[in-house]
């Protein structure tokens, strides 16, 4: 992915076959786990010296303002350590999908608490997937609405929703142009 690219998911409830194929596609060649292990600092770069009106204006009414997509980025973080757990440590787990925008509403901390349990989440989560030996990473759970998916493409699509939601926290950030660049969970 170009910098300079925009990144576009389309929608995982109405094609969740697609939506997997993008995100994956994202991450490209480099090492998912070290996009994982950065995005926490490349959020905070890009938020740095942003006034809380910038931080949390929605760009359009449909758009999510930098503070909710955070918020996303914390939910899915959740919703991700369940869905790993479980593929851990039951024969072919399954589990449900989930509404992100449902998810969204639900009251959030204050942004500095937000991040600060994102943050202490994401390095559990990273230990764990860090302490895994490489044969785990080919068992599977069952998506209900995405299907099949391994350890390894389960953390191939964490890495490229960082990258969407990093994506659209710059557009965010930049001004009032179209931000919308990835949706969903």
Not at 31 to 44: F, G, K, S, W
Not at 82 to 109: C, H, I, M, V
Not at 154 to 179: E, M, V, W, Y
């Amino acid at each position: 992915m170009d910098k300079n690219e925009r990144v576009e998911l389309p929608d995982p409830a109405s094609d969740p076959a697609m939506y997997c194929a993008a995100l994956m596609a994202v991450v490209q060649n480099r090492d998912p786990l070290e996009i994982i292990v950065q995005t926490p600092a490349q959020l905070r770069e890009l938020i740095r010296g942003q006034s809380d009106e910038m931080l949390g204006r929605r760009p359009a009414p449909a758009e999510w303002s930098a503070i909710e997509i955070a918020g996303h980025l914390l939910d899915d973080e959740i919703v991700n350590a369940f869905r790993l757990r479980l593929t851990l440590t039951e024969n072919q787990p399954s589990y449900p999908g989930n509404d992100p925008e449902g998810w969204a509403r639900l009251p959030k901390p204050p942004l500095a608490a937000l991040l600060q349990t994102w943050e202490a989440l994401r390095t559990y989560n990273l230990w764990l997937l860090e302490s895994l030996p490489r044969s785990e990473w080919t068992r599977v759970g069952l998506h209900q609405e995405q299907g099949p998916e391994s350890v390894e493409m389960l953390i191939l699509k964490n890495a490229g929703h960082d990258l969407a939601h990093l994506d659209q926290l710059a557009r965010c950030l930049s001004g009032p142009s179209d931000t919308r660049s990835a949706v969903g969970e």
